[in-house]
């Protein structure tokens, strides 16, 4: 390419703009409550051990599961694809925000999951150390969280 000519790459109009289309709108964000409701679903659905050979049909089968009951709840819809990728997103970037949602949900300080009624708030990622005495583990919770 001549240093002096147009550059052809800045030139190139997508198909949608040729054709009066919009862009691909960006999706919604997953809120706080959403993000509660998918940690706490995928973790109760996969306690259950599939078949062997069958492990990415039910990984496919919870997220649709997760992504219709969030639709259903919230209405929002979001595909199984975006729950997955949410989802993974939360495990790899915001590892301590998923602590955090699970922290909150095993010591029951998440109020209401099941009516979408949930007390979240910027202290979500705060520290879980309130009031607890070390060495001395909450009867309640013995046996129902990892």
Known sequence: MSPHGP??????VTEASKHGKSPKKRSQAFRDEE???????IDELT??????????????????????HLSAKFGTS??????????????????????????????GKIDGLNNGQTSLSSNLVSSSKENVIPGSPDPNLIGKCN
């Open 78 to 107: 979001y595909t199984p694809n975006q729950v997955k990728k949410r989802f993974s997103d939360l495990k790899v970037r915001e590892y301590h925000r998923l602590g955090a949602i699970r922290r909150k949900l095993c010591e």
């Open 35 to 41: 993000l509660v409701e998918l940690v706490h679903m």
């Open 7 to 12: 550059n052809k790459r800045l030139k190139k």
């Open 47 to 68: 306690c259950r051990k599939p078949p062997p050979g069958s492990i990415h049909k039910e990984k496919r089968k919870i997220m649709s599961e997760v992504a219709a």
